[in-house]
């Protein structure tokens, strides 16, 4: 009896202290946001998944212990000290358009800084750089670039992507190839970091942090506010499309990819040009855009090099650059569920110029496409060059390791519901028939294309620059305040 009721007393002083935490976290984090609570929402609070969460990827379900929407950067290092005080762990959120929910903590029970209410921007027509809230996304990083003097940075094809996990990671689209990544667009950040302290970083001022925060953010602190060159916005740009259909011709697919993989891996290939084969279960579609003149994409001879293409195929000239990004948020395939979250699993693989895939690879591939079961509702798989600009910079000079990849696979499958067996072996599939007859392909992925499922997935990520990463967040955040489940840890 009297160790039972010992055990009783016991688990009631335990739930009376995780009452207890609860009520200080509650308490911290209002006080953090200048006691607005509108500026925060706690786990239990009505609606709060709907409201204040917003799972994107369906197949990850998380509950944060809060989300705090804060206004400045002296309210993002106040709920970061609550955090780093009360034993919590923090996430900055963006866009919110992590394949994994990351923004989200990636694992229950994280304090999630949201900075929607962080979309500052101004522009300094002398120096051509603009300075620009972590919370903006890049839809309307466009709009504002283009309206302070027709300017520009890289980014992907999606509007709502946050410049917050885009600018930290990589940020891979279609003026990549001559602009580098967004993150090559970087030049100064302002980063919270685990003890609270604000600070401003660049290749000059606490260059170690601004290594890790080109490349791996989101482990290191939240940035707040990025300086970022800017480029003069395109005047003139062909967006091509060709869509084949080849129905029940696996070898003819495989023939069609193997012409595109020749074409792009040629050495002088320009950098104006942009391009992604897109496989899906009844059509290839080549796709990209060329920025120069009508005359000189004709030059290329894409259509001739690609015959066959059905009456879907066009070649569309636009001389405004806000028309040509609509136009490829509405073509962007990894959009098509728009802003409906779903369940989907995602892998990639990253090529190198002399890491191509065999023709046997290929025709093996598209054998296995046509057969395969994929309990998926839609799938397909993207190939999308890169390299270019992105290659000129030094594979040690950021975060970001991976810059002699040329192009990057990725596979994409939606399912009803939690994502089955049966989809995971089908992409796991189609990695082992490519991995089988590529040699020297290594497992490179993009940080980007969170795959919770990597065997290593910091090496993976992160490559050659993941020792130096550890030995930074030892310096800046030993105790992995800044923590996701793959993220980077301390040396
Ligand atoms: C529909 C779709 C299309 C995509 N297309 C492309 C593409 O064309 N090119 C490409 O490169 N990638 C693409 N991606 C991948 C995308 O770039 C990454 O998922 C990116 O990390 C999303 O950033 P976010 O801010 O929207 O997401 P969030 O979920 O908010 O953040 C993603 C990660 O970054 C961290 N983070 C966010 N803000 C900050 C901050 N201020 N400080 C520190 N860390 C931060 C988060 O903690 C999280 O780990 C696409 C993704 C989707 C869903
Ligand atoms: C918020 O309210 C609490 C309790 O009323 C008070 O102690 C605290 O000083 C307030 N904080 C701020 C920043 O106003
Ligand atoms: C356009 O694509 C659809 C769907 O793949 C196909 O059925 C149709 O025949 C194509 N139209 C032309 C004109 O080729
Ligand atoms: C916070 O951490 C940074 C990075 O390690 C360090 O430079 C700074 O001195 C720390 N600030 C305080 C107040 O401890």
């Known amino acids: 009896m009297g160790s039972l009721s010992a055990l009783m007393v016991c688990l009631l002083c335990l739930l009376g202290l995780g009452a207890a935490a609860t009520t200080s976290l509650k308490s911290c984090i209002l006080s953090a946001v200048d006691n607005d609570s509108t500026l925060a929402a706690f786990q239990g609070d009505l609606l709060y998944q709907t409201l204040a969460v917003k799972v994107y990827n369906l197949n990850y379900p998380i509950t944060p212990a809060a989300v ?31 394949y994994a929910n990351y923004g989200l903590g990636g694992t229950n029970g994280a304090i999630v800084v949201d900075l929607q209410n962080m979309k500052s921007f101004s522009y300094d027509a002398t120096t051509q750089r603009a300075t620009v809230g972590a919370g903006m996304l890049n839809g309307e990083l466009d709009t504002y670039l283009q309206a302070a003097s027709n300017r520009a940075v890289a980014h992907g094809t999606s509007p709502q992507i946050g410049i917050g996990g885009h600018a930290t990671i990589g940020g891979l689209g279609p003026t990549a190839r001559q602009w580098g990544m967004e993150l090559d667009h970087v030049l100064e950040a302002e980063v919270v970091l685990a003890n609270g302290s604000i600070v401003r970083t660049s290749d000059t001022l606490m260059p170690d942090l601004f290594f890790a925060i080109k490349g791996a953010g989101a482990s290191f602190g939240v940035v707040t506010e990025f300086v970022l060159r800017t480029e003069a916005a395109p005047t003139e740009a062909v967006q091509y499309t060709y869509t084949f259909n080849l129905l029940g011709s696996a070898a003819a697919r495989a023939e069609l990819f193997s012409e595109w993989q020749r074409f792009i891996t040629q050495e002088d290939l320009t950098r104006k040009l942009a391009s992604i084969i897109t496989v899906l279960s009844g059509s290839v579609v080549i796709s990209g855009t060329y920025f120069g003149s009508q005359a000189e994409y004709e030059a290329l001879g894409l259509a001739q090099r690609f015959p066959g293409a059905d009456g879907n195929s066009s070649a569309i000239v636009f001389t405004d650059w806000l028309g040509l990004a609509a136009h490829w948020a509405e073509q962007s395939i990894l959009d098509l569920t728009g802003e409906i979250p779903a369940h989907f699993y995602s892998r990639c693989l990253a090529f190198q110029q002399d890491t191509q895939i065999s023709e046997t690879g290929v025709q093996q591939l598209f054998e296995y496409l046509d057969s395969a079961d994929t309990g998926a509702v ?21 975060g970001f390791a991976h810059r002699d990849t040329l192009f990057w696979m990725q596979s994409y499958a939606v399912t009803l519901g939690q994502v089955s067996q049966t989809t995971y072996d089908f992409l796991d599939g189609v990695n082992e028939v490519i991995r089988n ?41 030993p105790g992995d305040v800044f923590h996701n489940p793959q993220g980077v840890l301390p040396a």
């Open 437 to 477: 007859n590529t040699p020297g392909l290594g497992d490179g992925v993009y940080p980007g294309y969170v795959d919770p499922r990597l065997e290593d997935p910091r090496r993976s990520y992160w490559g050659s620059n993941l020792e130096r990463l550890g030995r930074i967040k030892t310096a800046v955040d």
């Open 378 to 398: 839609i799938w397909f798989v993207i190939f999308d060059l890169e390299g270019g600009a992105i290659n000129d910079v030094a594979q040690d000079a950021t």
């Open 68 to 98: 705090t929407f804060p206004t400045s950067s002296a309210q993002v290092s106040q709920v970061v000290q609550c955090a780093s005080q009360l034993g919590y762990k923090v996430q900055a959120k963006s866009g919110g358009h992590s």
